[in-house]
């Protein structure tokens, strides 16, 4: 049994450990497979396979320290996150030595490992975080490094709409998360799922926590409405589909739905909720079966059935049900990696991913027959796979008729693409003459992850309560003692099992596709039209200020100066309203008579300013306003904040390079504006200016917070180890605003590098 092994104890610290070597690995990654070749991929593989070992072997424990703003660093290895981490890093290592037999050298290779290094240590983080917050943090990143991977082959089209597209779609239910969270911890007072209880109030906020957490999980898993991104990912290389769809990304919903089951479950709205939302996945990923020939496309729409069926899994309190969701998860992440391998396979060896242009390859190809039969078995259902444990498991399922139907429709979809996929292929006359089998790298992870799903079914009954039972802990909040067959003998389950895989295959055999354009309920083609109405919904959305600017009539509506007048204007009154309403402002700020050079620099400053009004030439103007900033930065240096003066320079010297690239390409003025407009600009500008200096005075003038000031003084030495509170409060208290500042700042020096490139690039 592997729970002894498991329990016997690894020093603290473990999971820092890996994620912290994950992410440090994914900086060096680029280096390792620039030197190496796509060889290096193989040598990286070290990586998860360490972590898996560490799976096996690490106790269930849980670790938190203070990170910032009240968020912690809180981390979590139990029965459940421990099913995860052992498949995102067995998958993971395997994928990665099937990569350095996929590629072949190329541009950019090593960004590519970099990216999925990137994404395999924030998968590990996102299911060992106990606390919501730093779980979110690892979703995002899921996220982003997800774009990286999908969009690789940046010069296509079709990726960089596929990959933009998972993005926005993931990133969006990713802010609705997120709401649900803070609306959760408004109930259960915690961010911390181990702290979270068994029980949510329902009678206030409750149901929309769940709603908001729902959709979330939902756009990452791929669940109807939001299915309609996974199959365009398939534009990404094979090892990136095999692994963000299979086992990692699109179970992260089904991760967390699994993770907050015990909390959230005595909500009325939970199974209802996640039933539907399961049931509707299933049945229309099988509808939407019938007019693929593309293997990668038949697989993702596998995966979307799939995990359909385990959200509809979730939704039950049924003990069966639980025990197939969590052989099913296990089963699934091993055949469908198995196969989406074994699809690049063929891809590479024929050219081609239609699955009704493959046909007797098995002699050409032995080893790639052999892992794909294996993994097409437990797709099947047959006896001895661990994909018939879990089949055998949801059909005794007790309630409604709708479990059967969607264990039918789930079943019937993974049995057509795995006979597609993983047999018919290998089998019947030779059509591919030049075939030949496919380096051992990447046959050799067909074959083990076909092996580890036949041998883990029919040992099911020495480690699964181990493992299994720790699982079903995790899902039940409590300790289970479940009971774990290979077989369960003839009786109706088993029948209506067989029938299922008996008809998986013969559809896969015989039906052919009826179409070329799939029924898609409008979404994908909605979806992309919504994106290119964006900016056009845009300039409607701020149209309104432009009649504000024009208030003389004198310009064109919809400028942009127009625009930025009304917006300028607009802020102008509702501060100046503010300031007027909150009573008279009392000027409580000491008047200190400046030094000679601080009266230089206000006058330089000022003068400039001016002179910026009068100026012919957008790259004069441009240049003066540095002049201005760079006063500014000065008077900061003269009173002893060195941090804000580098700050405001570099911020100046950003804006500046940005300005003059952007307008150096603009044509030249035409006619200056009418002295109308140019007075109606001036004291626009006036007024925002007086109002903006008379709401830092008011601030200035309210009753200082001397509590405030003492307690982060008093608090820099022992808590922020530092002497200087400003320093302590820019890096320490206020960690996070530093962080934003100082992202702000990259992503610009990011944008100046492009700009600059891009002229380069033209000039040459």
Not at 84 to 91: K, M, N, R
Not at 502 to 516: D, E, V, Y
Request: aromatic share 10%; with cysteine; net charge positive.
């Amino acid at each position: 049994m592997l729970g002894p092994l498991w329990r016997s104890g690894l020093p603290d610290g473990g999971m820092l450990a890996v994620l912290g070597v994950g992410f440090l690995l994914s900086v060096l990654a680029p280096f390792v497979v620039r030197a190496a070749g796509p060889k290096g991929f193989a040598w990286l593989a070290a990586y998860p396979a360490g972590v898996f070992a560490w799976g096996l072997a690490a106790p269930s424990e849980v670790t938190a320290f203070p990170w910032a703003a009240g968020v912690e660093v809180a981390l979590r290895l139990d029965g459940l996150s421990r099913l995860f981490v052992l498949l995102v890093s067995g998958l993971g290592a395997l994928i990665l030595v099937y990569a350095s037999g996929y590629f072949k050298p190329r541009p950019n290779l090593g960004r590519f490992a970099g990216a999925f290094i990137g994404f395999m240590a924030s998968m590990l983080g996102l299911v060992l975080a106990d606390d919501a917050i730093l779980l979110f943090v690892f979703w995002e990143l899921t996220s982003v490094t997800s774009y990286l991977l999908i969009g690789f082959d940046h010069e296509s089209p079709s990726a960089r709409a596929s990959a933009q597209q998972a993005f926005l779609v993931t990133a969006a239910g990713g802010l609705a998360m997120l709401a649900g969270f803070v609306v959760l911890h408004s109930e259960t007072g915690t961010f911390r799922f181990s702290e979270m209880g068994f029980v949510v109030p329902e009678a206030l906020m409750g149901a929309p926590a769940l709603l908001l957490i729902v959709a979330g999980c939902a756009t990452k898993s791929a669940q109807f409405p939001f299915h309609f991104w996974l199959p365009n990912a398939m534009a990404a290389p094979t090892p990136v589909s095999a692994f963000l769809h299979s086992a990692t990304m699109v179970k992260a919903g089904v991760y967390l739905l699994a993770r907050l089951k015990p909390t959230m479950e005595s909500v009325t709205l939970w199974s209802p909720l996640l039933m539907g939302l399961g049931a509707a996945t299933a049945l229309v990923a099988l509808a939407l079966l019938a007019y693929h020939h593309d293997a990668k496309k038949l697989l993702a729409y596998t995966t979307m059935g799939a995990l359909g069926a385990l959200v509809f899994l979730l939704g039950q309190p049924d003990r069966y049900a639980l025990q197939a969701f969590v052989a099913l998860v296990t089963a699934h992440a091993l055949y469908k990696g198995a196969l989406f391998l074994t699809a690049g396979s063929l891809d590479k060896a024929t050219g081609t991913r239609d699955v009704f242009a493959w046909s007797g390859l098995g002699r050409a190809m032995p080893w790639t027959a052999f892992g794909g039969a294996l993994a097409a078995g437990s797709a099947l259902g047959l006896v001895g796979t661990l994909g018939f444990i879990g089949k055998e498991y949801a059909l005794k399922v007790g309630g409604a008729p709708a479990g059967w139907i969607v264990t039918a429709a789930f079943a019937l979809g993974a049995g057509l693409v795995a006979s597609r996929v993983g047999i018919l292929p290998f089998v019947g006359g030779r059509r591919e003459a030049k075939a030949i089998e496919v380096p051992w790298a990447m046959w050799l992870g067909p074959v083990v992850l076909g092996v580890a799903g036949i041998g883990l079914a029919l040992s099911v009954g020495l480690w699964g309560a181990g493992l299994f039972d720790e699982v079903g802990a995790s899902l039940r909040g409590r300790p289970v003692d479940w009971t774990w067959k290979p077989f369960f003998g003839f009786d109706r389950v088993f029948a209506a099992s067989l029938l299922l895989a008996g008809l998986g295959f013969w559809l896969g055999w015989r039906i052919r596709p009826l179409g070329s354009t799939p029924p898609t309920m409008g979404l994908d083609r909605s979806w992309h039209r919504a994106v290119a109405a964006l900016p056009g919904w845009a300039a409607k959305a701020t149209s309104w200020l432009a009649p504000v600017g024009s208030v003389t009539g004198a310009a064109a509506g919809g400028r942009l100066r127009d625009g930025l007048a009304g917006l300028f204007s607009v802020v102008t009154v509702v501060v100046a309203t503010g300031l007027a309403s909150s009573g008279p402002i009392r000027f409580a700020v000491p008047f200190v008579w400046p030094g000679v050079f601080e009266a230089m620099l206000v006058v330089l400053a000022g003068a400039t300013a001016v002179a910026v009004v009068f100026a012919p030439r957008r790259v004069s103007a441009i240049c003066m306003l540095g002049i201005v900033g760079t006063g500014v930065a000065l008077i900061f240096l003269t009173h002893g904040a060195p941090d804000l003066a580098l700050t405001q320079l570099l911020a100046e010297l950003l804006v500046i390079v940005i300005a003059v690239l952007v307008f150096y390409r603009l044509p030249k003025f035409r006619s200056l504006s009418s002295g109308w407009v140019r007075v109606r600009d001036a004291t626009i500008a006036l007024g925002f200016g007086t109002v903006m200096a008379l709401l830092l005075l008011a601030v200035q003038s309210s009753p200082p917070q001397a509590d405030v000031a003492a307690g982060l003084a008093a608090r820099s030495v022992p808590e922020a180890y530092g002497r200087n509170v400003v320093n302590t409060i820019l890096v320490d208290f206020r960690a996070l605003d530093t962080l934003g500042e100082a992202t702000v700042l990259v992503v610009a020096a990011i944008g100046v590098l492009a700009l600059m490139r891009l002229r380069m690039e033209d000039a040459a």
